[in-house]
T-cell receptor, first 116, second 109 residues
Framework: GAGVSQSPSNKVTEKGKDVELRCDPISGHTALYWYRQRLGQGLEFLIYFQGNSAPDKSGLPSDRFSAERTGESVSTLTIQRTQQEDSAVYLC??????????????FGEGSRLTVL | GQNIDQPTEMTATEGAIVQINCTYQTSGFNGLFWYQQHAGEAPTFLSYNVLDGLEEKGRFSSFLSRSKGYSYLLLKELQMKDSASYLCAVRGRAGKSTFGDGTTLTVKP
């Protein structure tokens, strides 16, 4: 597609349930990021995929969070046993990577997660 | 790791000039970005600096001093639509971009 696509746009779940959030990056972008943004706050880094390199998982807040990426395509962020503190907007971004490009990030519209 | 600081809030008048500062500490540096984020929307790219100096793009300019770990975003001829959050982000050598908490700018008539 023309831009980064995320689904679902909104998700309301009960505490303790698992959720999966999906991100379709811009075709050809080798880098993919997940960030979390709580209401009125900045972007909190979660995980970064770059090509075939091992992902940088240093931002995942607990072992309840995991993410996968299929090649240089779709990524899924999974949150197990959700807690109320997980309520936030989860933003996905992709980038052409480095080299000739500036490496700016192109963001999706986000998935708003509400844990009741 | 990276530590990025920027003011939480700023207010300015329509037609004026405003400067939003960003200071950072990083173990590796490979570029500094500014993004704009309107309420309820995704961030969008504004500017990129990797070398010292000023980059100008229309009403927006961004400055970088790598030795001081300092950048600013300058907005001229402010318009009401410029009311938004402005996010400073630093990219490390491995390509990962880390964001500051953002500066909420309110433009008043």
């Amino acid at each position: 597609g023309a831009g980064v696509s995320q689904s679902p746009s909104n998700k309301v779940t009960e505490k303790g349930k698992d959720v999966e959030l999906r991100c379709d990056p811009i075709s050809g972008h080798t880098a993919l990021y997940w960030y979390r943004q709580r209401l009125g706050q900045g972007l909190e880094f979660l995980i970064y995929f770059q090509g075939n390199s091992a992902p940088d998982k240093s931002g995942l807040p607990s072992d309840r969070f995991s993410a996968e990426r299929t090649g240089e395509s779709v990524s899924t962020l999974t949150i197990q046993r959700t807690q109320q503190e997980d309520s936030a907007v989860y933003l996905c971004a992709s980038s052409p990577g480095q080299g000739r490009n500036t490496g700016e990030l192109f963001f999706g519209e986000g998935s708003r997660l509400t844990v009741l | 790791g990276q530590n990025i600081d920027q003011p939480t809030e700023m207010t300015a008048t329509e037609g004026a000039i405003v400067q939003i500062n960003c200071t950072y500490q990083t173990s590796g540096f490979n570029g500094l970005f500014w993004y704009q984020q309107h309420a309820g929307e995704a961030p969008t790219f504004l500017s990129y600096n990797v070398l010292d100096g000023l980059e100008e793009k229309g009403r927006f300019s961004s400055f970088l001093s790598r030795s001081k770990g300092y950048s600013y975003l300058l907005l001229k001829e402010l318009q009401m639509k410029d009311s938004a959050s402005y996010l400073c982000a630093v990219r490390g050598r491995a390509g990962k971009s880390t964001f500051g908490d953002g500066t909420t700018l309110t433009v008043k008539p």
